[in-house]
Nanobody, 124 residues
């Protein structure tokens, strides 16, 4: 059974940085897309970034391009989201997700497995 466990959220001032981690277990992820989504209060869940596990190809939402970096560690079976230059509008619960597909998708329904989420709060 696939398990995704996020960590690294917290409270940070605007302009600061955080690194989120997503520890994956339960199967081999070589054929998977690993993604990060976020959901702010009263808003729909939105795509943030994704990485293709096999070759490291990445894709970002325009709102985070140039500020966030997604990466993966084969040995630790962990996906990271490095978030720099954080803004108050980045405040949300951040979710890690996995999709058994070779093509990166931006819709939450394209992802098969989800973590429990980690809160990120950016103060102004």
């Amino acid at each position: 059974q696939v398990q995704l466990v996020e960590s690294g959220g917290g409270l940070v001032q605007a302009g600061g940085s955080l690194r989120l981690s997503c520890a994956a277990s339960g199967r081999t992820f070589s054929g998977y897309i690993m993604g990060w989504f976020r959901q702010a209060p009263g808003k729909e869940r939105e795509f943030v970034a994704a990485i293709r596990w096999s070759d490291g190809y990445t894709y970002y939402a325009d709102s985070v391009k140039g500020r966030f970096t997604i990466s993966r560690d084969f040995a630790k079976i962990t996906v990271y989201l490095q978030m720099n230059s954080l803004k108050p509008e980045d405040t949300a619960v951040y979710y890690c997700a996995a999709a058994l597909t070779k093509w990166i998708g931006v819709r939450s329904e394209e992802y098969n497995y989800w973590g429990q989420g980690t809160q990120v709060t950016v103060s102004s």
